[in-house]
């Protein structure tokens, strides 16, 4: 039968173009990173040995000379990376130290971080989002406020929330919040000032108080508004945790690339920046079906 | 004269879109238009668009307001929306994030704001029933053809037992075929609950098959109530048993004569009030 088989085929293609691009990278980033080979022949044993004590060669488990990886400069090859995954990965739940925890916690803490200033930021963000949409007047008086304020990289914030809570742990948390407030307000805003008349005069109609017409009627009517500007702020906090993390010291994966690049351990570095890229996939991935249940065909 | 429900000198103006026109000015779209429904009867009525029939029944809804005058149900002034007078709009105006069912329960629950959840939905279920809905309950408004959907919207108003029932074009954007099933549906439920129905429509066999009186619009802006005719045939009435009727031809030429000539009125005086005008038969 042809028939399924081709459709295999054609359903799997794109993967296999995938796995073809990505197996093309790693191809490239080993041969551009590829240490070349000692050759101790053309040197003298004296050589060799200022060499050792230098620490340019070291000998490997079949004793013969090698140059010393972690003296030579350039970028680490994919192997060193893959080694530092699957030791950072075995003792992921491991802590050495008061700054030396495993990768598991430092997801942990920074998803702890991430949460707590994006929820709150959202609850603050829809309850004035609404305010500002049921009211013109309101939304014309405000208005300017946001604009201003909304251009503001939310790291420009940080030294004046440093004074202001003399916390790093809630300054950082206090970032995330300023990234993740202004595209929910805005989107929140329109969202409601734009549903429409008809569902409002049902809701009068059938004399429902200001809180049942809020759950029923005009939040769910402006979900699919609110939860696009919920998705602007969910990445814009992401990106604003990573800095925030570095620039405070506070533990997490922010912190691991610049702690790591202050061990000078450029693996460790590129480590970091796979585990910001797969926490901010998954993230975004488990957003994205719970933003589904949210949404609604209009008519 | 029962006056159930008394629109008293009504009129309505809007500020003038004129830019010619000085500051402040403004356009009646329609005024001093004064008639009443008794209780239990079924009114419609006709004009051409811009006749502000549609103004009329949003003040009667509570929607808007009038400029003059004053609309009164039982004696009592109506000033804003409310469960007593439930509208069936012509864009159906249901919730797409909740189903059949959970839209008409939204109004029963409003009315019975004492009833157990249980009862709640025994009622909505009863009405969805009553509307042919058993099978649409569980579905949301974009998975329903437009008839479909309006049933929603008559059930919703019906569940609630309205003192006074608004249809605003409720059959303008449904197709003919369904147009038909479901004015039958309107007739039975309302032959069943007897309620006040005061209808909006273009269509003037809908309005002769439905109605115990069809008030007829002048052209707007500045409109005004030409006359009111008594539809004199007996009921239940069939789109079939019309068709046959020599008094509903009269009716249908008479009304197609006024909108066709220009819906001016016909009396040369003005009556003081507009008195019902009976067709001879």
């Known amino acids: ?299 | 004269m029962n006056k159930y429900l008394y629109i008293d000198h009504v009129g309505r103006a809007y500020p003038s879109l004129d830019p010619d026109a000085p500051r402040g000015a403004t356009v009646d779209v329609f005024s001093d238009v004064t008639f009443e429904l008794r209780q239990g009867e079924f009114m419609s009525m006709i004009g051409h668009s811009g006749c502000g029939k549609s103004t009329l029944l949003n003040i009667l809804a509570g929607f808007d307001q009038p400029t003059t005058g004053g609309v009164f149900l039982e004696g009592k002034p109506i000033t804003k929306p409310g469960l007593e007078r439930m509208v069936v709009f012509q864009s159906f105006a249901l919730m797409p994030w909740l189903t059949a069912f959970e839209n008409v329960r939204l109004a029963v629950r409003q009315a019975h704001p004492d009833w157990p959840a249980a009862e709640i939905d025994a009622w909505t279920h009863k009405y969805l029933d009553l509307m042919n809905l058993t099978n649409a309950a569980r579905k949301r408004p974009a998975f329903l053809s437009g008839g479909m959907r309006q049933r929603v919207g008559l059930a919703r108003a019906f569940a609630v037992n309205p003192k006074l029932l608004l249809l605003d074009e409720p059959f303008a954007q449904i197709d003919a075929l369904t147009r038909g099933s479901i004015q039958d549906e309107l007739m039975r439920m309302w032959q069943e609950t007897r309620g006040t129905v005061f209808m909006v429509t273009h269509d003037v066999d809908e309005a002769i098959l439905l109605s115990d009186r069809i008030a007829l619009m002048t052209n707007g802006p500045g409109a005004e109530l030409a006359e009111i005719v008594e539809v004199d045939i007996p009921r239940p009435r069939t789109r079939a048993s019309l068709i046959d009727d020599p008094r509903y031809m009269k009716l249908r030429n008479h009304i197609l004569q006024f909108l066709v000539s220009g819906a001016r009125r016909a009396a040369p005086a003005k009556p003081p009030t507009p008195s019902p005008v009976a067709v001879p038969a």
């Open chain 1, 1 to 299: 039968m042809p028939a399924p088989l081709d459709k295999i085929a054609r359903s799997c293609a794109p993967y296999a173009i995938s796995l073809v691009f990505a197996l093309l990278f790693i191809a490239v980033w080993a041969g551009a990173t590829r240490q070349p080979r000692f050759d101790a022949s053309a040197h003298s044993p004296d050589q060799l040995e200022l060499m050792e004590m230098n620490g340019d060669i070291v000998r490997d488990e079949q004793g013969a000379w090698q140059f010393n990886a972690a003296k030579t400069g350039g970028l680490p090859g994919p192997g060193a990376v893959w080694d530092k995954i699957k030791t950072e990965t075995g003792e992921a739940f491991v802590k050495k130290g008061t700054n030396d925890h495993g990768i598991g916690w430092l997801i942990g803490y920074t998803l702890r971080r991430f949460f707590t200033g994006f929820v709150a930021a959202s609850v603050v963000a829809i309850l004035l989002g609404v305010l500002i949409g049921l009211s013109p007047l309101l939304f014309k008086a405000l208005n300017p406020f946001i604009q201003l304020l909304k251009p503001i990289s939310p790291l420009a914030w940080m030294p004046l929330l440093l004074y202001t809570v003399k916390d790093p742990f809630w300054t950082a948390i206090l970032v995330v919040f300023m990234a993740s407030l202004w595209p929910t307000v805005a989107n929140t805003a329109l969202g409601v000032s734009n549903l429409r008349k008809d569902y409002l005069r049902v809701a009068a109609m059938v004399e429902m108080s200001f809180a049942r017409r809020l759950f029923t009627v005009i939040l769910p009517g402006a979900a699919p508004t609110i939860i696009a500007g919920l998705r602007i702020s969910f990445g814009s906090a992401l990106v604003a945790v990573v800095p925030a993390e570095m620039l405070l010291g506070e533990l997490g994966i922010g912190y691991l690339s610049w702690i790591e690049w202050n061990n000078l351990d450029v693996s460790g570095v590129l480590f970091a920046i796979i585990v910001v890229g797969v926490v901010g996939v998954a993230l975004d991935f488990a957003f994205s079906r719970l933003a589904a249940r949210f949404t609604y065909s209009e008519i």
